[in-house]
């Protein structure tokens, strides 16, 4: 007796499970490949708003730096008042002059690092014929002068007790914004008399000074400074070693963002054509 063919009742076996499988990796992939999209669709706008920033951030800084060059090589104005407001977009790096006496044994000497290497800047309060006080930066001094340089001041304080009176000084320089707080790496250590920026107003309540204006000066090195702090010998600080530098990396920064920009864009379309394709 022949046994049933049971291979007729079998289903025949057909690839329609195939397509049903890719469809719906196609469908279940679809919602990830539009968040992608969005994701990058929105860093280009991103990217794309960063590159016009730095560009208008260039074309401010070119403006800047004109505006700064036409102050430094213009002719000298009288600073201005202990009382004035001032500003760095305005005022900074003004050419400017002005008048009166230094104030005898009332010196800041500031760390400072120079084309001549690490030393002070050396910090005078000049009080003008208006009764205002202006801190001058008369210069440089390197450090091996600094206890020199500490120990003629105390000599003149000395002499001066009796009398108390110097001669008056002219001073042309650039005039500078306050410095506050410190510099990067260091605060100003006030009470131990060390300090590491320019900081107008520490400066002037720590020497008990009054009246006195918002910014300092950085002496020119052609100032003729006639009092007799500034004497034309090898302990004399050096002025006129201000640095007029601006870093303007603005158009390399644009064509980073634009760059990347340019980038996601093709990536979107190539990503596009192919879920088009699938």
Known sequence: MNSPDLRSDQAEPTDSAAPDISRASTV???PLRLL???LMALSFISFLSLGTWQIRRLQWKLDLIERVEQRVHASPSPAPD?????NAQSDEYRHVIVA????????????????FGRGFWVLSPLKTDNGCIVLINRGYIPEKMALQYQHEQHTQQTQQQHDD???????????????????LLQRNQVSANKWFSRDVTAIANSLSLSDTAPYFIDADASSLLTSDLQKQDSSSPVG????????????????VWYSLALMTAAAWLYIVRQGRRS
């Open 82 to 86: 202990c009382r004035q407001t001032v």
């Open 28 to 30: 279940s992939r679809k």
């Open 100 to 115: 009166g006496k230094f104030l005898p044994h009332k010196n800041t000497l500031v760390q400072a690092s120079t084309q």
């Open 165 to 183: 009176i110097t001669p008056p000084s002219q001073v042309v320089g650039l005039l500078r914004i306050s410095e506050p707080g410190g510099s």
């Open 240 to 255: 006129g070693l201000t640095v007029v530098q601006f870093h303007n990396n603005h158009l390399v920064y644009a064509v």
């Open 36 to 38: 992608l999209l969005a």
